[in-house]
């Protein structure tokens, strides 16, 4: 049973950083892309960024370009979002996701068939 579990959510002000972990088990985490994605409240999850299986590829939204950064170290089962310049509109649940057949590049973000618990981030001003 494929298992992921996010940390690194927290309250920080504006300006800020932050890095979120998601930790994988339960197949083979160097064979699938990964990706995060958030949901504020009240409104639809939201693409993030996307990392390939070997990490050679990224995608990002264009809110968080030059500010995040999505990276995975296959040898922890372990991808991570480093989070800088955190502005308030950034607070939200976010959540880690891989895909459900191997080899892809994680977006579209079509091919997404297993998902975190969430992890909040809330930005202050």
């Known amino acids: 049973q494929v298992q992921l579990v996010e940390s690194g959510g927290g309250l920080v002000q504006a300006g800020g950083s932050l890095r979120l972990s998601c930790t994988a088990s339960g197949r083979t985490f160097s064979t699938y892309a990964m990706g995060w994605f958030r949901q504020a409240p009240g409104k639809e999850r939201d693409f993030v960024a996307a990392v390939s299986p070997s990490g050679a590829n990224t995608n990002y939204a264009d809110s968080v370009k030059g500010r995040f950064t999505i990276s995975r170290d296959n040898a922890k089962n372990t991808g991570y979002l480093q989070m800088n310049s955190l502005k308030p509109e950034d607070t939200a649940v976010y959540y880690c996701?891989?895909?459900?057949?191997?080899?892809?590049?994680?977006?579209?973000?079509?091919?997404?068939?297993?998902w975190g618990q969430g992890t909040q981030v809330t930005v202050s001003s």
């Open positions: 996701a891989t895909e459900a057949y191997p080899y892809g590049l994680g977006y579209p973000t079509y091919n997404y068939g297993y």
